[in-house]
């Protein structure tokens, strides 16, 4: 397995080579948080997409390098554009599903493994949700939290970067898994994009909390600072380690 620091140099080059080749990744995300995640999206150099309609979804799905699903805010309408999404991405396009809340409602925990059952590339969520969800064979589990740690297999590694600011701004945890589709859709190494994902909004949280007097000034020095970030602070800054079961 690579050594931390290589995953950290490789992190420092996957930033540059988003906002080089600019992935678009198609966000099914939670109504009260699509602005905020299109915003930071397009601060990193990726190219957003939100639509959830029915009649566009699969086209919208089909175009994108990427695809992020959230479950915030349910209803059968988006339930049934997740799966025309999912269907219509195309083989191999990496996708990420995010039971949010799977943890207070039996329909949505059902709705949550039906689409874990059928091969994400990556499940994140609080430790509520990804204990309850269950098991995700094949597919990279992130469980969030003031430490993220990624399993995939028996391989595992910890970021450590990040800022308590986050927890009190909405959306910045949808926006780390469409971070990390970004990543996801230049690197198919699934365990190397989400380390590098995740250190890159680690590491702005923690820049733009150094500007900020309270969660309102830090929901805009933060995408200001993910579209500042450069590959040498996520060397400097990177703190990260490895396990192997």
Request: charged content about 20%.
């Amino acid at each position: 397995m690579m050594g931390e620091t290589g995953f950290v140099e490789n992190a420092a080059a996957l930033l540059a080579r988003v906002r080089q080749q600019r992935p678009r990744v198609h966000c099914l995300m939670n109504t009260v948080v699509q602005k905020f995640v299109a915003d930071g999206l397009a601060a990193l150099g990726a190219i957003p997409s939100m639509t959830s309609s029915t009649e566009e979804v699969e086209a919208f799905a089909r175009r994108s390098d990427a695809l992020v699903v959230n479950l915030g805010t349910l209803d059968e309408v988006r339930r049934a554009a997740i799966r025309l999404a999912a269907v219509a991405r195309g083989a191999g396009k990496p996708w990420i599903v995010d039971p949010v809340h799977c943890d207070y409602s039996p329909s949505r925990l059902a709705f949550a493994r039906e689409l874990i059952a059928s091969g994400p590339s990556v499940v994140r969520g609080n430790a509520s949700e990804m204990d309850i969800v269950g098991e995700a064979n094949g597919v990279l589990k992130i469980k969030t939290g003031p430490v993220d740690e990624l399993t995939l297999g028996r391989l595992a590694t910890r970021v450590e970067n990040g800022h308590p600011l986050m927890a009190q701004v909405t959306g910045t945890g949808c926006l780390s898994g469409a971070l990390i589709a970004a990543f996801m859709a230049v690197e198919p190494d699934r365990l190397k994009a989400a380390t590098g994902a995740l250190l890159t909004s680690g590491i702005a949280a923690e820049i733009a909390a150094e500007q900020s007097s309270g969660p309102g000034t830090f929901e805009v020095a933060f995408r200001d600072a993910l579209a500042a970030l450069r590959p040498e602070d996520i060397i400097a800054n990177a703190r990260i380690s490895h396990a192997q079961g």
